[in-house]
């Protein structure tokens, strides 16, 4: 290997490389959250993943081992006093905190004339409410990680269905989804002088325990549907996450990023 290859693999490992940066993934056990937990591993660093049942934790942290130093907290953040606790813990290791991917979420698809109260509750507590409370609570940690140079990072997780018309009657998921990515531009900008960041990534269909049954019965059309034709892969949310996660994304602040082969970023896939 030529001096030359050795300097454009450490100019690489300068613009994306997250050695030394400690993270924060809720909801990392399965699915996006899964997938952008080892990705930040295998860019370097350290990363704590939450989920409300032990048992998932303990077996996430067992898969993700192998990539790199983790550990898990148990935490059901649809609730308050659980985003503190998470907070409380996750400071008490480190201090600071360079990287919060807020990621925890819900759905829940019923018709028009029954969609009930309790499901709005439920999923604007999980999918709006807690990624507020995360950035309240873990505030101080977040300041004292970033600088001018290297700020930290809020990742808010959204999706296309806060930017398309859902076809799916999944009216408090498409709100609650809208919502963060609105939430995320204030807080953008209110941050953003404290040398923290705000983005959002809006995935498309990724295989996950969420849209499990919809892949289940409608996946191939899905997939025809994408300008890309086919669904996301583990990868293409990894390198989003770790694109905003490091010195290459330092700069982008306020954004929401959709991840989805163009299906609602297009005029149609054909």
Known sequence: MTAAHLDRLAHLDRLFGLHGKTALVTGGT????MMIARGLLQAGASVVISSRKADAVDAAVTALAEFGPVRGVAADLSRRSECARLAADVLAHSGTLDILVN???ATWGEPLETFP???WDRVLDLNLKSPFWMVQELLPGLRRAGTADDPARVINIGSIDGIHVSPMPTYAYS???AAVHQLTRVLAKELGPQHITVNAVAPGPFPSKM???TLDAFGEAIAASAPLRRI????DMAGVAIYLASRAGAYVNGAIIP??????TTAGGG
């Not at 399965?30 to 959250?33: A, D, N, S, V």
């Open 30 to 33: 399965r699915g996006i959250g």
């Open 103 to 105: 990621n925890a979420g």
């Open 117 to 119: 109260a309790e499901a």
């Open 175 to 177: 709100a609650s989804k």
């Open 211 to 213: 849209m499990a049954a």
């Open 232 to 235: 996301g892969r583990d990868d």
């Open 259 to 264: 991840v989805d082969g163009g299906i609602a």
